[in-house]
């Protein structure tokens, strides 16, 4: 008996490792379409992410989910994505948040909160769906995408739920983009001041250097420097969100144990590397390191892909469209505000 267990589950593992690899390989295959997508004109603006994220909704809503693969697939969406969020800690320069855009910190924080509780707040009234509502408020007021997939273990939200959130919050983002470049020289703003209320309004670190980049060099660094910022907030925010969720279980029988987000501490650890290490005391070459960060917005896509192949439209058009109203309402108020408080 006891050898035909081993014999079965031996068999098992055989078995899985095709599984395992092929569901890898699938989201490979999807984000390197969605990278070659990206490229073509008209997708250029909505990014590779987004992009990636379409073709495996489509293929979901035309093929089903493939579930022989499962297991890969859930590695990608789970392990690949806090190995990314890990990575992205060194797109994050905590030296110059902290020594030049301590203002600018503090409208970072503005953001963040007012987006959070206006959206929570709106999407209340409008009876939309609440986790979903959370992940957009948080996407629109930190970094996107990128925090949504950071929240969301905390949150522990439903993997269609991230999918969606940062589809919805791609296209959001893109669409206000172009809209400042469009607008940009009717306004009366120098370009410093249009480049920070591009940085302090705008959803993701692409969308920020999309609208900024025509303003000139000095316009789009001040615009990343005030984004860097919110992306240092994400932390703080994370720990905050922890604690809410420790609050919520203990207020609810039966609630499973919140787990402490451990790849936070690695998007720390890498921030630091990559503001007092990596090109102070160790030298990298700039090549290597836009590698690296090419590298993580890949993996970050694989995650996504596989969260993407969750969403069935059918069942999540109509949970959608409440939350994406709330997102925009906020986005636009969020926009007007931070423009009269420049």
């Not at 806090?82 to 855009?101: E, M, S, T, Y």
């Not at 000139?216 to 994370?238: E, I, M, T, Y």
């Not at 203990?250 to 890498?270: C, D, K, V």
């Not at 439209?313 to 420049?342: D, G, N, Q, T, W």
Request: aromatic share 10%; proline share 4%.
């Amino acid at each position: 008996m006891a050898n035909q267990v081993i014999k079965n589950l031996h068999w098992g593992i055989k078995e899985d490792i095709p599984s395992w690899t092929g569901g890898i390989a699938f989201t490979f295959g999807i984000a390197l379409l969605g990278y070659g997508l990206a490229i073509l004109p008209g997708f250029d603006h909505i990014g590779q992410l987004a992009a990636a994220i379409l073709i495996a909704v489509i293929y979901r809503q035309i093929w089903g989910y493939p579930e022989r693969i499962r297991s890969g697939i859930q590695f990608s969406s789970k392990k690949l994505l806090r190995l990314a969020i890990v990575l992205f800690g060194l797109k994050l320069n905590i030296d110059v948040v902290l020594h030049q855009g301590f203002g600018l910190l503090v409208r970072d924080a503005g953001t963040i909160i007012f987006s959070v509780l206006a959206t929570v707040w709106i999407a209340k009234l409008l009876k939309a769906d609440a986790p979903l509502s959370l992940l957009l408020g948080i996407g629109t007021g930190v970094c996107g995408a990128a925090a949504i997939a950071a929240v969301s273990p905390i949150l522990k939200a439903k993997e269609e739920d991230t999918a969606m959130g940062a589809g919805i919050i791609a296209l959001v983002g893109t669409i206000f983009a172009i809209g400042y470049t469009l607008i940009r020289p009717y306004l009366p703003l120098s370009d410093i001041q249009y480049g920070i209320w591009s940085g302090v309004s705008l959803h993701e670190i692409a969308h920020v250097a999309l609208a900024a980049a025509p303003a000139g060099q000095n316009a789009l660094g001040d615009a990343l420097l005030a984004k860097l910022g919110r992306v240092f907030l994400l932390v703080p925010l994370s720990f905050v969100l922890v604690y809410w969720m420790k609050r919520k279980g203990n207020a609810h029988a039966g609630s499973s144990r919140i787990e402490f987000p451990w790849f936070l501490i690695g998007f720390i650890f890498m921030s630091i590397l990559g503001s007092y290490v990596f090109g102070r005391l160790v030298t990298i070459p700039g090549y290597l390191m836009n590698d690296i960060s090419n590298g993580t917005t890949f993996l970050l896509t694989m995650a996504m892909t596989g969260l993407g192949l969750n969403v069935n439209l059918r069942e999540l058009r109509a949970k959608a469209f409440k939350p994406l109203a709330a997102m925009l309402i906020v986005s636009i108020l969020l926009s007007a505000i931070s423009y009269v408080a420049l």
